[in-house]
Structures are given as C-alpha cells and as structure tokens.
C-alpha cells in the first residue's frame, strides 16, 4: 500500500513540475511575442513617418519657384561645399 502512496505522490510531484515548466515556458513565449510586436509596430511606425514625410517633401517639391517667398539674403547661410550633416 505504501508503494502506491509513493508512486501517486511521484507522479503528482512529476505533473505539478511537468504544469510549472509548461506554464513558465509559455509565459516566456508570451512575452517574446509581445517584444516582437512592439519591434514590428515600431518599425511599422517608421515607415509611416518616411512616406508622411517623402509625401510632404513631395508637396512642397511641386511649388512653382514664382510661388514660393523670397527671404532677405542674410537669412542665408554661405554655401561652403560640404553637407552639414
């Protein structure tokens, strides 16, 4: 009788760290797929913000040179050769 206690008590243990393991593994996948989705949005976001962005170029890209406002040339800087970035 005392085997019978022992091997249901084995396998309860076994089936509690069998169901800890899972749940663990599980909730670590939950997690790996909320960071995936957070990198895709994100990255979703900036590609939204570059077509915004080349779309706005593009607007004001087709202004006729006469339409667009003249700025007094001290406003200007130097044009030295070199990109400022």
Known sequence: MSYIVAALSAFALAAA?????????????????LE???ALKSCA???????????????????????????PERWLRPYTGSSPH
């Open 17 to 33: 760290t069998y169901a800890g393991v899972t749940t663990w593994r599980l909730s670590a996948a939950q997690m790996d797929l």
């Open 45 to 71: 976001a900036g590609m939204r913000n570059l077509v915004e962005d080349m779309a706005s170029d593009a607007e004001v890209d087709r202004i006729p040179p006469h339409r667009l406002p003249s700025v």
């Open 36 to 38: 995936r989705d957070i």
